[in-house]
């Protein structure tokens, strides 16, 4: 019996003891299960961590680039007024509290080096009361050294980053007022350089590098107005000092005109007045020798006769003269008053070539006429202008050698008719060529010591044509003849 209970207790614990294993198994697994469990509920709690602060992460570069963004338009706008001002102070006044309170500060100033007084002006000044902005200035320029070196170095400094050699952090915190800020330096090409300094006295602001950058921007910009302003003052500048010179030298030019008028009045006066007075007595005297020359007054001997002869041709020379040049004098001062009409120009050549012509034959010197059918009329006053072709003929013949040949041609295009009136003679030297329309002015040669002639005939002539508003010319060659061409106006 003892051994049956003995049997039955043993494999009762027996049998305990296996459920206990199995539990003990069971634990076993379950504790592994636990700690795999909470492995993976760090790993989760890790995770939420990365998560929370990838998002914070994600919300500061999204303030970031908002701020960026805002900054952006903001210096955009900014620009485009800076950029279209052409006026130094006008640049900085731009910079007003608004476009200032976008880009994210309250405080500014800007400054800008003079080399002649050796010192820093004070151009831009916001959040500043105006003894606040005095006392920076004289801080400034008492500091100078430093500002020369950032502005010269090109660098900028922050609250963030103070460049090695700059006045310390808290300094510049102190005079301007501000716990962030940003001093840049204005460099334009040309003339003054200077710095701009932004800040706010925020304590949560932090300076990042957007910001920065935008504020070196705007330096540039303002830099590079302030070099279209003081290219543009330099401009204006030189086109008023060349206005100055322009209005005195038209007031010169004027003046002078007018003392020219004067005495090509006086000019034309006196001549007027002498010529005038000559033809009175030149008159008796052709008259004279006339009466003497019928021996009115008694047989004369022919050698007396020969003289009195020379006497009236001479007079004749002298009576023509004089009447060029009251004639001259009476065009130039506009006293000649012209009866303008259209004509045929054909009987007008012919007339002056038929009273030439014993002079033709005398020389042998053939004519010609060339005008073409659309070429016929002229718009003249008839005596004036059979006097033009009378001289020009007329001295066509005298320089024109025996056997030679005097031709009048002519063409047209646009309501102006161009006369030619050429000949094969002895031609005209260059250099004397601009001045033979001078008065009294003679080619100084041989051939013109055998000819006689009084130097006025040719002004007289570009007298006529100018005053019917044309021109006039000559083309020669030396031995190859002249050609004499005018301009008039045509109805055809
Ligand atoms: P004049 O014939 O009375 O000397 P003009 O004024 O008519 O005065 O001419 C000025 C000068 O121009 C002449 O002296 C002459 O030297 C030169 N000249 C004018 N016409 C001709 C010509 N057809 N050929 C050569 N020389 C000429």
């Not at 030019?253 to 000559?278: A, C, G, P």
């Not at 259209?342 to 009273?355: F, G, H, M, Y």
């Not at 002539?461 to 045509?490: D, M, P, Q, Y």
């Amino acid at each position: 019996m003892l051994n049956l209970m003995f049997i039955a207790i043993c494999m009762v614990i027996a049998s305990m003891g296996i459920s206990l294993l199995f539990k003990m198994q069971r634990l076993k697994e379950l504790e592994k299960r636990a700690d795999a469990l909470n492995a993976s509920l760090e790993e989760m709690d890790e995770q939420a961590k990365l998560i929370i602060r990838t998002d914070i992460e994600l919300n500061k570069t999204q303030e970031e680039l908002d701020k960026k963004i805002t900054g952006l338009s903001t210096l955009q706008q900014l620009s485009r007024e800076i950029s279209t001002t052409l006026e130094e102070k006008q640049i900085f006044k731009k910079i007003g509290k608004f476009y200032l309170e976008e880009l994210g500060f309250e405080k500014s100033s800007a400054l800008l080096w003079d080399n002649l007084t050796r010192e820093f002006h004070l151009y831009l000044s916001i959040g500043y009361s105006e003894s606040e902005s005095l006392r920076i200035k004289d801080a400034v320029n008492t500091d100078k050294d430093y500002y020369l070196d950032l502005m010269h170095g090109g660098k900028t400094a922050s609250s963030v980053f103070i460049p090695e050699g700059f006045l310390d952090k808290d300094k510049i915190c102190q005079l301007f007022q501000a716990n962030e800020f940003i001093i840049c330096p204005i460099t334009p090409k040309e003339g003054n350089q200077g710095f701009i300094f932004v800040g706010t006295q925020n304590i949560e602001t932090r300076i990042t590098e957007g910001e920065r950058e935008i504020i070196t921007i705007l330096a540039n910009q303002i830099g590079q107005s302030l070099d279209n302003a003081r290219l543009f003052e330099k401009t204006w500048r030189s086109q008023q000092e060349l206005e100055i010179k322009v209005e005195e030298r038209t007031r010169q030019l004027t003046e002078t005109m007018e003392e020219l008028k004067k005495i090509s009045k006086r000019k034309s006066d006196f001549i007027s007045s002498v010529s005038h007075e000559l033809r009175t007595p030149l008159t008796s005297i052709k008259g004279y020798a006339a009466i003497l020359l019928a021996g009115k007054l008694g047989a004369i001997p022919d050698e007396i006769k020969e003289r009195l002869a020379k006497i009236n041709r001479h007079s004749d020379e002298l009576v023509h003269m004089v009447n060029d040049l009251l004639d001259i004098s009476r065009i130039e001062s506009g006293k000649v008053n012209m009866h303008v009409e259209t004509l045929e120009l054909a009987p007008i050549v012919e007339k002056v070539a038929d009273l030439l012509s014993e002079q033709f034959k005398a020389k042998n010197i053939t004519f010609n006429m060339l005008i073409p059918e659309d070429c016929k009329k002229i718009m003249v006053d008839r005596s004036q202008i059979e006097r033009v072709f009378i001289n020009l003929i007329g001295n066509a013949l005298k320089f024109t050698p025996e056997n030679g040949s005097i031709s009048v041609g002519v063409h047209c295009s646009n309501k102006t008719i161009q006369v030619d009136v050429k000949d094969t003679g002895f031609g005209i030297p260059q250099e004397a060529q601009e001045k033979i329309f001078e008065e009294f002015y003679r080619v100084d040669n041989t051939i013109n010591q055998g000819v006689k002639g009084t130097g006025l005939g040719l002004t007289l002539v570009k007298h006529i044509i100018e005053a019917h508003r044309g021109n006039i010319w000559v083309t020669s060659k030396l031995g190859e003849g002249a050609t004499f061409s005018f301009t008039l106006n045509c109805t055809e």
